[in-house]
C-alpha cells in the first residue's frame, strides 16, 4: 500500500518594519463647507475647489512620525479654471492602530492664510506595495484680512 505524505504549506513569518520607514501618497482632496463668522460657502454650488495633496512621510516608529505635503488647489467658476493656491503643510503623524492615522499639520498658503489643519485618516484597502486611504481635514485658517475660518473636506488617495 502506497503511503500518504502530507506537505505542509509553509507560510514564512511576516517581515518585521524596520524605522526610519519613508512612504509616498498623492490624493485628491475635496472641500465641502467652509464656515466663518459672516458666512458659510460650500464647495460644488456656484463654484468648484479641489486640490491634489502629494507628501512624504518619514515614520520614526509606527507610532510617530513627520509629514511633509504640498498641496496645489484649482478652482472652476463660470467657465473659467485656475490654480488659486499652493499649501505647504508639514506636520506630525501618530499611529492610532487599526489603519487609523492622526496628522498635526501647519499650514501656509500662497493666497496670504496661515493656519493647522488636523486630519483624520483611514487606510480602507491594504495591498503589498500601496495602501488605499480616506481622511477627514479640518482646516482652520486665519490672515489676509479675512475673518477666520473652518473647512471640513473629504480626501481619498493611495500610499506607496
Given amino acids: 500500500m502506497a503511503s500518504l505524505t502530507t506537505t505542509a504549506q509553509i507560510i ?23 464656515f466663518n463668522k459672516h458666512e458659510t460657502h460650500t464647495n460644488f454650488s456656484d463654484f468648484y475647489v479641489g ?5 512624504i512621510n518619514i515614520w520614526k516608529s509606527a507610532k510617530v512620525g513627520f509629514s ?11 467657465g473659467v479654471s485656475k490654480m488659486n493656491n499652493l499649501l505647504f503643510h508639514p506636520g506630525i503623524l501618530l499611529g492610532l492602530g487599526n489603519g487609523f492615522t492622526f496628522a498635526g499639520r501647519a499650514a501656509f498658503e500662497t493666497a496670504g492664510r ?18 488605499y486611504f480616506v481622511a477627514v481635514p479640518m482646516p482652520v485658517r486665519f490672515g489676509n484680512n479675512q475673518p477666520a475660518s473652518l473647512t471640513l473636506g473629504f480626501q481619498f488617495g493611495i500610499a506607496f
Fill in 12 to 34: 514564512p513569518p511576516a517581515t518585521p518594519q524596520t524605522y526610519p520607514k519613508i512612504t509616498g501618497y498623492v490624493g485628491i482632496l475635496h472641500p465641502i463647507v467652509t
Fill in 51 to 55: 486640490g491634489l495633496p502629494t507628501g
Fill in 114 to 131: 496661515y493656519g493647522v489643519t488636523p486630519v483624520l485618516n483611514k487606510i480602507v484597502v491594504k495591498n503589498k506595495h500601496s495602501n
Fill in 68 to 78: 511633509m505635503e504640498i498641496v496645489p488647489t484649482i478652482r472652476a467658476e463660470n
